[in-house]
């Protein structure tokens, strides 16, 4: 059976400090795929990053980052110096038979 | 340009009615989704549809049905619509049915049933 956990349901930071996301993931299937996605307060899912399950590199894109680890079977999200414009809801998920499975989110809110 | 669009964007409508929500993407891709958002924020898998076939079909009742006339429109018409139908309902499309296939997701359309 596949499943994701987001333990973190909201969580709240001042702008500039750093906020790291978790997502820990089960999965038989030694074939997978991980994804980030983000929702802002407007609605839409806006997808942030695809790795799969062969590729452990940490991957860093301006002010974020993610850290992959399959002994941990986590793919946790970093995001450094936050901003307000951060703020939404986090959604990671996993892909290893036919259906994407979603995380129950983490809700980020960077105050000024 | 809007790679997927859904339409309407807001839903209200009564108990009992049938309403349709339309997905069209214009980014050439072979599958598209229709995704269920609760109000607590959580986002399941309702069908899936690869070049106009049904390939996924979760536990959801009857009075749900996709329809796509081709690969590039996705439509859910609801029957008899229900409180507990109302929901962000979203449209989403990837090149393909596989795995890795990153899925582009639309704006979202809120059903609100009174």
């Known amino acids: 059976a596949q499943k994701v956990t987001q333990a973190q349901t909201e969580i709240s930071v001042v702008e500039k400090e750093d906020v790291t996301l978790d997502c820990v993931y089960e999965?038989?299937?030694?074939?997978?795929?991980l994804f980030w996605y983000k929702q802002p307060p407007s609605g839409e899912l806006v997808f942030l990053i695809r790795?799969?399950?062969?590729?452990?590199q940490n991957e860093i894109s301006g002010r974020y980052s993610w850290n992959f680890q399959k002994s941990t079977s986590s793919f946790n999200f970093t995001i450094t110096a936050s901003q307000v414009v951060d703020s939404a809801v986090y959604f990671c998920?996993?892909?290893?038979?036919?259906?994407?499975?979603f995380g129950q989110g983490t809700e980020l809110s960077v105050k000024p | 340009d809007t790679a997927v669009s859904q339409t309407p964007k807001y839903l209200v409508t009564q108990m009992g009615n049938d309403k349709s929500i339309k997905c069209e993407q214009n980014l050439g891709h072979d599958t598209m989704y229709w995704y269920k958002q609760d109000s607590k924020k959580f986002l399941k898998i309702m069908f899936s549809?690869?070049?106009?076939?049904?390939?996924i079909n979760e536990t959801v009742p009857n009075r749900f049905s996709p329809k796509s006339p081709d690969k590039a429109h996705l439509n859910l018409h609801i029957n008899s619509l229900e409180l507990g139908d109302s929901a962000v309902y979203f449209c989403?499309?990837?090149?393909?049915?596989?795995?890795?296939?990153?899925?582009?997701f639309g704006a979202g359309t809120r059903l609100s049933v009174l």
């Open positions: 999965t038989r299937d030694t074939t997978y795929y």
């Open positions: 989403a499309s990837s090149q393909d049915s596989s795995r890795g296939s990153i899925q582009y």
């Open positions: 549809y690869n070049n106009k076939e049904l390939i």
């Open positions: 790795r799969n399950s062969f590729d452990e």
């Open positions: 998920a996993l892909r290893s038979t036919g259906k994407l499975i």
